[in-house]
């Protein structure tokens, strides 16, 4: 089993910072890729961005683009979400997610076997 834990949220005047962190314990060796995925209140869940167990490949939902940038430490067995220019659309609780190894997909959740509690991010006008 794998467990993942994340931090950093907060509340940020638009135009601001925040990084997200992810730590995962537990069989942290059973994760392929992992991912990071928002739900905005009365809202499903979507996609943000995810990285390969390599750290080589990085997928971006467009509506985060060149404004969010995800990496991995797997020697930590961390993955950050580092978000620049927020909007207060960015409003959402994220979640931290993984896939088992050998997961191609990474845009659906339902191919994510492993989540976080989840941390909120407000993001003020």
């Known amino acids: 089993q794998v467990q993942l834990v994340e931090s950093g949220g907060g509340l940020v005047q638009a135009g601001g910072s925040l990084r997200l962190s992810c730590a995962a314990s537990?069989?942290?060796?059973?994760?392929?890729?992992m991912g990071w995925f928002r739900q905005a209140p009365g809202k499903g869940r979507d996609f943000v961005a995810a990285?390969?167990?390599?750290?080589?490949?990085?997928a971006y939902a467009d509506s985060v683009k060149d404004r969010f940038t995800i990496s991995r430490d797997n020697a930590k067995n961390t993955v950050d979400l580092r978000m620049n220019s927020l909007k207060p659309e960015d409003t959402a609780v994220y979640y931290c997610?993984?896939?088992?190894?050998?997961?191609?997909?990474?845009?659906?959740?339902?191919?994510?076997?492993?989540w976080g509690q989840g941390t909120q991010v407000t993001v003020s006008s």
């Open positions: 990285i390969s167990w390599s750290g080589s490949t990085t």
């Open positions: 997610a993984a896939t088992r190894p050998g997961i191609s997909s990474y845009r659906s959740p339902d191919r994510y076997d492993y």
């Open positions: 537990g069989r942290s060796r059973s994760t392929g890729n």
